[in-house]
């Protein structure tokens, strides 16, 4: 399990930018701290179901956008990542939710943020 978390933690780390090449001075590391746990109390399933999210979310985006000239949802693809969807549970969730709960909240925050439509 700890083999998985710290996969995981890279993964989420990767996604982040934070070993991003260039000049650019990146402040501090992202350290992942959600203020909500989806359907249990464990802080690696939750990050495991919030990095799985992510993933389904920007992968359904890119063969949505390959496939066909209309995307299923506008929601800007800089913003499908575990930091930004951490966040935005974040400023609405606390405790023990539901998955459907999270996925409604982070939904509804990626598509504000975006300043998109849901469907073009």
């Known amino acids: 399990m700890n083999r998985l978390f710290l996969i995981l933690v890279t993964l989420m780390m990767l996604s982040s930018g934070m070993f991003a090449g260039g000049t650019e001075k990146i402040s501090k590391p992202f350290v992942p701290d959600p203020k909500f746990r989806v359907e249990h109390d464990d802080y690696e399933k939750t990050l495991l179901f919030v990095s799985g999210f992510s ?4 992968t359904s985006q890119a063969v949505s956008e390959s496939t066909t000239k ?8 800089e913003l499908l990542n575990s930091k930004s969807i951490i966040d935005i ?11 459907e709960n999270f ?9 504000k943020k975006s300043g998109l439509c849901i469907y073009r």
Do not use: F, P, Q, R
Not at 55 to 58: D, F, K, V
């Open 70 to 77: 209309e995307a299923w949802h506008c929601v800007d693809s």
């Open 55 to 58: 993933y389904a979310l920007a």
């Open 89 to 99: 549970a974040n400023e609405k969730l606390k405790g023990v939710v539901t998955a």
């Open 103 to 111: 996925s409604l909240v982070v939904l509804d925050g990626l598509i």
